[in-house]
Structures are given as structure tokens and as C-alpha cells.
Antibody, heavy 121, light 109 residues
Framework: QVQLVQSGAEVKKPGASVKVSCKAS????????MHWVRQAPGQGLEWMGW????????NYAQKFQGRVTMTRDTSISTAYMELSRLRSDDTAVYYC??????????????WGQGTLVTVSS | SYVLTQPPSVSVAPGQTARITCGGN??????VHWYQQKPGQAPVLVVY???DRPSGIPERFSGSNSGNTATLTISRVEAGDEADYYC????????????FGGGTKLTVL
């Protein structure tokens, strides 16, 4: 079955970087865009951007431009999201999610299990 | 940027019908997708393209979209439907290509 498995929880200090992985299985990794969404404690969902696993092309939400980098390794069907210059308000659960449907109206299915990133001094 | 407005909470008795709205400017011209999120779990797609259901989602879940409001309807509500629900669209007019509503907490009384 289609599955996305993310890396484990991280604790980082302010100013550091974090890199979260998302390993895909059960489908052709390069055939579907991968998106990243985060959720701060008790808050809603916030879209961060996407990567085209086939070409490596990316598109980031303006809020994260300059701080986020999305990459992939097609040999191991894994997508990565790196966030730099971490602040306390970056504390959140980070999800990867496979996009389906037309690129300008896609939905997300499935989602990874989430990775908690805690930023604390 | 495009804004989606959801009521913070909706309450319904078991067996009744819950309706969760998602408001946006001319949202009827967009495809709306809905997700269910239970505490401590990742979101799960329950309706896509306004009214289609993924395999495995009960027929009790349905969607509609017209004018400035999209609606997720849950018929014969069960205790297990208690969760947060989020609507989602694409906004190609800005860099915020993906937009989520603020979420609605469904409470089963």
C-alpha cells in the first residue's frame, strides 16, 4: 500500500537547522509531487511548499523562502525538508503529503505520520 | 491572498447530520478538498474535488460547493467522527498556492 514514513522527533536550539526525511513506498516516487505542511501546537495546517521528485523543481510559500530547502533522493524514494535559522515559533509537527490530481487543484493523500520539531534553548 | 473561513466548532448529537462550512470568495469556481484529523494523528482525506470520496471513506461523508460556500456534510454522525476538519483549495493568484481553512472542531454530544 502507499505509505510515507517520516524521520523521528528532533530537538533543536534557536538558530540551528533541521532536516526531516519522508520515505515513500508502494508507488512510483517520481510520479507525484510531494508537499510539506506543518502544524504548530493547537493550531491549524500551514502549507510550506512542494517538490517535483522527477525534476527536483520546487516551489515554496513566500513565508519560508530563504529558510526552507526541499530536496529528494530518487534512488531511495525519499524527500527531504530542511528548515534553517530555527526560531521558537517553528516548533511544530511537520508532515509530508503526496499530491494527487491536477497540479493546480491537487489534494493530499496519503500523509506521513508527522515529525515533531521542538525549538528550545 | 485567498482566505478560507471555517466555524471554529460544530456540535451534533449522534445520528444527526453535521454540516461544516468553508467560505471563500467565489469558492464555487475552485476544487475543494476536506481532511479529517483526530488528536495525535495525521490528516486523512475524506472528500476531494468538492464531492468525491476516496475509497474506504463511508458514504455518510459528502461535499458540495457553490457560490461563496463549500460544505462538508456528515450524515448519521457517530462518536468516531469527532475530530478536526479542514478544507483546502489551490490559489493560483498568489504564491500561497495551497490554502487551508482554519479548521472546525466537530463535537459529538
Amino acid at each position: 500500500q502507499v505509505q510515507l514514513v517520516q524521520s523521528g522527533a528532533e530537538v533543536k536550539k534557536p538558530g540551528a537547522s533541521v532536516k526531516v526525511s519522508c520515505k515513500a513506498s508502494g508507488y512510483t516516487f517520481t510520479g507525484y509531487y510531494m508537499h510539506w505542511v506543518r502544524q504548530a501546537p493547537g493550531q491549524g495546517l500551514e502549507w510550506m511548499g512542494w517538490i517535483n521528485p522527477n525534476s527536483g523543481g520546487t516551489n515554496y510559500a513566500q513565508k519560508f523562502q530563504g529558510r526552507v530547502t526541499m530536496t529528494r533522493d530518487t534512488s531511495i524514494s525519499t524527500a527531504y525538508m530542511e528548515l534553517s535559522r530555527l526560531r521558537s515559533d517553528d516548533t511544530a509537527v511537520y508532515y509530508c503529503a503526496r499530491a494527487r490530481g491536477y497540479s493546480s487543484s491537487a489534494w493530499f493523500d496519503p500523509w506521513g505520520q508527522g515529525t515533531l520539531v521542538t525549538v528550545s534553548s | 491572498s485567498y482566505v478560507l473561513t471555517q466555524p471554529p466548532s460544530v456540535s451534533v448529537a449522534p445520528g444527526q447530520t453535521a454540516r461544516i462550512t468553508c467560505g471563500g470568495n467565489n469558492i464555487g469556481s475552485k476544487s475543494v478538498h476536506w481532511y479529517q484529523q483526530k488528536p495525535g494523528q495525521a490528516p486523512v482525506l475524506v472528500v476531494y474535488d468538492d464531492s468525491d470520496r476516496p475509497s474506504g471513506i463511508p458514504e455518510r461523508f459528502s461535499g458540495s460547493n457553490s457560490g461563496n460556500t463549500a460544505t462538508l456534510t456528515i450524515s448519521r454522525v457517530e462518536a468516531g467522527d469527532e475530530a478536526d476538519y479542514y478544507c483546502q483549495v489551490w490559489d493560483s493568484s498568489s504564491d500561497h498556492h495551497v490554502v487551508f481553512g482554519g479548521g472546525t472542531k466537530l463535537t459529538v454530544l
